[in-house]
């Protein structure tokens, strides 16, 4: 089973993919959190190169699904063979939303590129937490060129695109309490999960 957390900066999916990990391993599940990038040697030296320079789309796209396919392979795969269950904090629809509907690349380009990096490996949902663009700026401290607001904006609306296309994404609300989202996050994950 893999599960998936996205949603725009400072919308709170690294707490809440956390918060999941922590209840299910409590619970004596096998479960495995991983990030994207990152989680492997190669694909953390890819997040280095991504937050430093400022690459050209096309560039950036091709360094997401890089790392995307040293993580799937060395950790994801394994990870699920031995029957973990695995907990990424973003996936495939951080490269639609970002790369697609924020930087403006061919969607069909990314679906294509998103299945052979994750050598078509779906995700069996994706929680995405939706949050105002003002409200999730609001929440950093730390402003990065990934944060502008007209390309936050342009992000959330892709999301929110994503979720309706793919029946997937569990749509859920992002505002209040970190507690009071997780018991969301649960409800929604309750039919997938059965916890
Ligand atoms: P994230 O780990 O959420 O940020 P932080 O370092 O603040 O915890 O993700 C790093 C950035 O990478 C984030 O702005 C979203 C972006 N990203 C993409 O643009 N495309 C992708 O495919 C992925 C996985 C991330």
């Not at 725009?8 to 809440?16: F, H, L, N, V, Y």
Request: proline fraction near 3%.
């Amino acid at each position: 089973m893999l599960v998936a957390f996205e949603g725009i900066d400072g919308s709170g999916k690294s707490t809440q993919a956390r918060k999941l990990y922590e209840h299910l391993t409590k619970k004596g599940l096998k479960v495995e959190l991983l990030r994207e990038p990152g989680s492997t040697e190669g694909a953390e030296r890819v997040r280095e190169l991504l937050k430093n320079y400022a690459f050209l789309p096309e560039a950036e796209l091709l360094l997401f699904e890089a790392a995307r396919a040293e993580l799937v392979r060395r950790r994801v795969l394994p990870a699920l063979r031995e029957g973990k269950l695995v907990i990424l904090d973003r996936f495939t629809l951080s490269t639609l939303a970002y790369q697609g509907y924020g930087r403006g690349l061919p969607l069909e380009l990314i679906d294509e590129l998103n299945r052979f990096a994750s050598a078509g490996l779906r995700a069996d949902a994706f929680v995405l937490l939706d949050l105002p663009v003002e409200e999730a700026l609001r929440r950093i401290k730390r402003a990065d060129r990934f944060e502008e607001r007209s390309f936050l904006e342009r992000v959330r609306e892709g999301f929110l695109k994503l979720a309706e296309r793919d029946e997937r994404v569990l749509l859920v609300d992002a505002a209040g309490s970190e507690e009071e989202v997780f018991r969301r996050v649960l409800k929604a994950l309750s039919g997938v999960l059965g916890v």
